[in-house]
């Protein structure tokens, strides 16, 4: 039977040095580079329909279905509104609850590894700001 060992993993904090040169790295190569802290002007277009990822073939605006993209977060946003009434504190704190629970949970499995890398990783998590 194996047992998680108290001594830090010298090994995690190798990869969590290894994870955050890397990012470090690739911000100083092209600062530029995605996912950009917004969305360019393509990227927004396909967002909210007026564009089609296929050349040529643009969507209508009236054609334009957020279920396609994201049915889970429709389904969801749609039954918080129905419960709680449309607000926009409801859609901001759905967002908020789901985002609540990924840290939890990263949190709870990384902890297997190592308690104190799971600290950090989930700082790390919090403070990206795309996330």
Do not use: C
């Given at each position: ?26 911000l ?78 990263f949190?709870?499995l ?11 990783a ?10």
């Amino acid at each position: 039977m194996t047992t998680l060992s108290t001594e830090p993993n010298k090994l995690a904090y190798l990869f969590v040095a290894l994870l955050v040169t890397f990012f470090a790295i690739a911000l100083l190569v092209d600062p530029a580079a995605d996912p950009p802290l917004g969305v360019s002007d393509l990227e927004g277009q396909v967002l909210i329909g007026a564009k089609s990822l296929v050349p040529g073939h643009n969507v209508p605006l009236d054609d334009w279905n957020p279920a396609l993209v994201s049915p889970t977060q429709v389904a969801l946003t749609t039954w918080a509104y129905r419960v709680f009434g449309v607000s926009l504190e409801v859609a901001r704190s759905l967002t908020a609850g789901v985002s609540l629970l990924v840290v939890v949970l990263f949190f709870l499995l990384v902890r297997r590894m190592n308690p104190t890398v799971a600290i950090l990783a989930t700082a790390l998590l919090v403070l990206n700001p795309i996330f």
